[in-house]
């Protein structure tokens, strides 16, 4: 096996795309909003990608199993571009297979003729919230001016010691090859899964691309998290434990 590898399954006709990421993070924001994309819009894989630097296992379902690896998305939308989306369960495990993903990733966003970039993520407050704030970074001010206009917060020297992982080196690397990228960050206790926090990313996102997708789902998931937050709260107080069922929601 090649370092990197690309399986391309399909090779649609896009209109105008742009890239979502949506990888493993803080709070799994962006892996939540661009596997909501998926489940509410039609779409079709376009190709994965293997690499030596993704964690040394397989997934298995119904006694299947699949190596790890990145899964590109195409998803056609009524109202904007369509838009392609990058997914999958894990990311790098070093310095070098961070960049060299990165770029993999880029090379196939370039043969897709991806136009803008939007990494999704979150930023870990430390405390549990209520107001769902967006963060932003943009690699020019036309950008940052455009998100500002739809809702998202540019703050000075948050988030705090950068960006990492491939959400931060798409916006490098990005740049360095002339092509527009933005950053989303939803505000994130950083504890829990938090489906409020990729439902605020995703309604910024969706009123900058322009489509539309339903967020019933996601409004259920939260309400079994907040669910979890209280019993939390109650074992803080020392008034219960948490059964395992309480806990599945956590991590």
Known sequence: MDEFEIDVLAEPELE????????PGVGHVGKLAAEHILEELDSEPVC???SKHFPPQVSVED???ELAHAEFHAVETETGPDVVTLTGDHQAQDNAGHYGLTDTFLDVADD???ERVFALG???TGELIEEYDVLGAAT??????????AGVEFREDEPAGGIVGVSGLLLGLSERRDLAAACLMGETSGYLVDPKSAQAVLEILQDVIGFEVDFSSLEDRAEEMEEVVRKIQEMEQGNATPSE???RYIG
């Open 16 to 23: 105008d795309p742009v890239l979502v990421e949506g990888l």
């Open 48 to 50: 994965r990608v293997y």
């Open 63 to 65: 006694g299947k199993a």
């Open 112 to 114: 897709l003729g991806v």
């Open 122 to 124: 979150g930023v870990p």
């Open 140 to 149: 020019t001010e036309a950008f940052v001016e455009e998100l500002e206009e």
């Open 245 to 247: 069922e309480d806990l």
